[in-house]
């Protein structure tokens, strides 16, 4: 079992940034990937970016050179660092974790931005 806590959302303007940090309850270097997902409202969750216990990150489209995610190997965290960020990005943000063929996900922080 991974338990995945998330931390970090809230309400910012247009062009903020923020930073979200994934706490996991075991060693992450033995998780394949983990990723962050997000559900805006009123829509399906949809991918945001992901990062391989090899370091190889990948990042969906409408984010790509606004965020970035990183992992701690120390702290066992997955974080991503929003910048510009725009009102389309308002969502559920949930953390995600890929081991031993199992999917494990957080109960998901809301990232508001708005004026």
């Known amino acids: 079992q991974v338990q995945l806590a998330e931390s970090g959302g809230g309400l910012v303007q247009p062009g903020g940034s923020l930073r979200l940090s994934c706490a996991a309850s075991?060693?992450?270097?033995?998780?394949?990937?983990m990723a962050w997902y997000r559900q805006p409202p009123g829509e399906p969750r949809k991918w945001v970016a992901q990062i391989t216990n090899s370091g190889f990150t990948n990042y969906a489209d409408s984010v790509k050179g606004r965020f970035t995610i990183s992992t701690d190997n120390v702290k066992n965290t997955v974080d991503l660092q929003m910048n510009s960020l725009k009102t389309e990005d308002t969502a559920v943000y949930y953390c995600y974790a890929y081991r031993a063929q199992y999917d494990y996900w957080g109960q998901g922080i809301q990232v508001t931005v708005s004026s």
């Open positions: 075991t060693d992450i270097a033995g998780i394949s990937t």
